[in-house]
């Protein structure tokens, strides 16, 4: 069973959040708060903390940043209406096991839980198109080949053979992509790029 606190300072919102995942057999809702400091000094006793980006006094990432200095952390899947690429990459940065937009269905939000509760990284659909519409743009050529084939989970000795290049060359190249894609693992380039197509 995955156990999920939910942080959102609509209560119409939370409620819904909560009556969509609470209806699958395998997530349990463990509580709802209103704001981070809430949810902080209630505690963490779930798998998967659901966190709206937008909250008072204390913003999603601030939340995020602190419950990231805890001993053991909760998996935190950010959640918020508008996703911007510069908040999408912010929050991957800081920690965050996924982005979720509010245009979400309760089945995308259901596989994001399970999804961040494994240690995927989990994106929704119009978050992914976001962040990849934004970055790839400044893609050159070959990190674009690099791109597909780490997308396709080969490691830097693989994508320098079947490139022709050398292994230190293809880690600077899998370096400049992360850089511009805004992400910090393998696994979220693998996704962007899985999304894009």
Same mark, same amino acid.
Request: charged share 25%; glycine share 8%; proline share 4%.
């Given at each position: 069973?995955?156990?999920?606190?939910?942080?959102?300072?609509?209560?119409?919102?939370?409620? +819904? !959040?909560?009556?969509?995942?609470?209806?699958?057999?395998?997530?349990?809702?463990?509580?709802?708060?209103?704001?981070?400091? $809430?949810?902080?000094?209630?505690?963490?006793?779930?798998?998967?903390?659901?966190?709206? %980006?937008? @909250?008072?006094?204390? #913003?999603?990432?601030?939340? %995020?940043?602190?419950?990231? $200095?805890?001993?053991?952390?909760?998996?935190? !899947?950010?959640?918020?209406?508008?996703?911007?690429?510069? $908040?999408? =990459?912010?929050?991957?940065?800081?920690?965050?096991?996924?982005?979720?937009?509010?245009?979400?269905?309760?089945?995308?939000?259901? &596989?994001?839980? =399970?999804?961040?509760?494994?240690?995927?990284? &989990?994106?929704?659909?119009?978050?992914?198109?976001? @962040?990849?519409?934004?970055?790839?743009?400044?893609?050159?050529?070959?990190?674009?080949?690099?791109?597909?084939?780490?997308?396709? +989970? @080969?490691?830097?000795? #693989?994508?320098?053979? =079947?490139?022709?290049?050398?292994?230190?060359?293809?880690?600077?190249?899998?370096?400049?992509? @992360?850089?511009?894609?805004?992400?910090?693992?393998?696994?979220?380039?693998? %996704?962007?790029?899985?999304?894009?197509?």
């Amino acid at each position: 069973m995955i156990r999920v606190q939910i942080v959102d300072d609509h209560a119409l919102v939370r409620e +819904g !959040l909560a009556l969509i995942l609470a209806a699958r057999p395998d997530i349990e809702v463990a509580g709802q708060y209103a704001s981070g400091p $809430e949810l902080l000094a209630a505690g963490t006793e779930a798998d998967v903390v659901l966190l709206d %980006l937008y @909250l008072p006094g204390i #913003d999603g990432l601030a939340v %995020l940043r602190r419950l990231r $200095e805890r001993p053991a952390p909760p998996r935190v !899947l950010m959640l918020t209406t508008v996703g911007r690429p510069r $908040e999408i =990459r912010e929050a991957l940065a800081s920690g965050a096991d996924g982005f979720m937009l509010k245009d979400s269905s309760g089945d995308e939000l259901a &596989a994001a839980v =399970r999804a961040a509760a494994d240690g995927v990284t &989990a994106l929704s659909p119009s978050a992914a198109a976001a @962040l990849t519409a934004k970055g790839e743009e400044g893609l050159t050529r070959r990190e674009q080949d690099v791109l597909a084939l780490l997308a396709e +989970g @080969l490691s830097n000795r #693989d994508i320098a053979a =079947r490139l022709r290049l050398a292994e230190r060359t293809v880690k600077v190249h899998v370096g400049n992509v @992360l850089a511009k894609l805004g992400v910090t693992t393998r696994t979220q380039a693998a %996704l962007a790029a899985a999304r894009r197509r």
